[in-house]
């Protein structure tokens, strides 16, 4: 079965870093293409970063260039999200993404966590 586990969200204060960790199943991790979502309250699920597999370049939306950085670790199953200058406005639940083609809308992922809260603060 396989699966994506999110951790390390939090309340911090605008101008903070944060880093959410995603936990994937080996046959993801080593496979496929994976980024992050986020989606705040009465908004729609958006696209934050993505990582391809094997170049493992990384793409970020116009508002997270920047300040966030996307990574993966296939020894350890791991892609990690390292958010730095966080602002009110990135205030969301992150989800944390898999897709068997390409991560760019909603619709194209395959495999989602569960979520986890980032809240920012001023």
């Known amino acids: 079965q396989e699966h994506l586990v999110e951790s390390g969200g939090g309340l911090v204060q605008a101008g903070d870093s944060l880093r959410l960790t995603c936990t994937a199943s080996?046959?993801?991790?080593?496979?496929?293409?994976m980024g992050w979502f986020r989606q705040a309250p009465g908004k729609e699920r958006e696209f934050v970063a993505r990582i391809r597999w094997g170049q493992n370049t990384a793409e970020y939306a116009d508002s997270v260039k920047g300040r966030f950085i996307i990574s993966r670790a296939s020894a350890e199953n791991t892609v990690t999200l390292q958010m730095n200058s966080l602002k009110p406005e990135d205030t969301a639940v992150y989800y944390c993404a898999a897709a068997k083609f390409e991560i760019g809308s909603p619709s194209q992922i395959d495999w989602w966590g569960q979520g986890t809260q980032v809240t920012v603060s001023l």
């Open positions: 080996a046959r993801i991790i080593s496979g496929y293409p």
